[in-house]
């Protein structure tokens, strides 16, 4: 069945670093791929998406590429600020299916 | 930010105790979600909604149910509380089944005693 896998965490990075979050999937068909950042004490919002292969979605200086070769999304930012602390949800959905979400990566920025 | 709320946002209860959550939504959304958050686990699907009266099951269905008799509000009812479903609970709404964006609402913590 479908699946989404992403690394563990916790994430720990110095204000201004490069952020990577390794996100791959499984799946039949060309799903859509999603990122979503959840806050402390708040719900998931949707961060960034991308719809078909070699699609880049982009948001707020974050970025993944859809890899239908590598089967993956890794989520990327150039320079990490404090206010970018939160967990960080990789998730794919089928048309007439349910989303499948990984198990979240929580990222902490240092000033 | 979309119109979801989610209540209570808190609470205790103990163990065989019925507990019903409610979310309700001002966007008029066809479907409607709810899902649970563990450590390790991301969010499960626990049932979800694609209109009025009309409801499915997800991954983590047992000990739950659902009803939709408005198109703004989703119910969840914890039948008979155990331990094992303290839990965040997320409500989420989208205008089109999967491949469209889910909208979270805030969240319910429960907590069974």
């Known amino acids: 069945g479908d699946s989404v896998t992403q690394m563990e965490g916790p994430v720990t990075l110095s204000e201004e670093a490069f952020l990577t979050i390794n996100c791959t999937y499984t799946?039949?068909?060309?799903?859509?791929l999603f990122w979503y950042v959840q806050y402390p004490g708040e719900g998931l919002q949707l961060l960034l998406k991308a719809t078909k292969a070699d699609d880049k979605g982009s948001n707020k200086g974050f970025e993944a590429t859809y890899r239908k070769e590598t089967t993956s999304f890794h989520l990327e930012k150039g320079s990490v600020q404090v206010s970018d602390s939160a967990v960080y949800f990789c998730?794919?959905?089928?048309?007439?299916?349910?989303?499948?979400f990984g198990t979240g990566t929580s990222l902490t920025v240092i000033p | 930010d979309a119109g979801i709320t989610q209540s209570p946002r808190h609470k205790v209860t103990e163990t065989g105790t019925p507990v019903t959550l409610r979310c309700h939504q001002t966007?008029?959304?066809?479907?409607m979600y709810w899902y649970r958050q563990d450590p390790g686990h991301g969010l499960r699907l626990i049932h979800y909604?694609?209109?009025?009266?009309?409801?499915d099951k997800g991954e983590v269905s047992d000990g739950y149910s659902v009803s939709r008799s408005k198109t703004e509000d989703f119910l969840l009812t914890l039948e008979s509380a155990t331990s094992s479903q303290t839990s965040v609970y997320f409500c989420?709404?989208?205008?089109?089944?999967?491949?469209?964006?889910?909208?979270f609402g805030p969240g319910t913590r429960l907590l069974v005693l």
């Open positions: 966007e008029n959304h066809r479907y």
């Open positions: 998730a794919l959905s089928h048309p007439g299916n349910q989303f499948y």
């Open positions: 989420a709404i989208s205008e089109s089944p999967a491949q469209e964006t889910q909208y």
């Open positions: 799946a039949t068909g060309y799903p859509s």
């Open positions: 909604s694609y209109g009025v009266k009309d409801t």
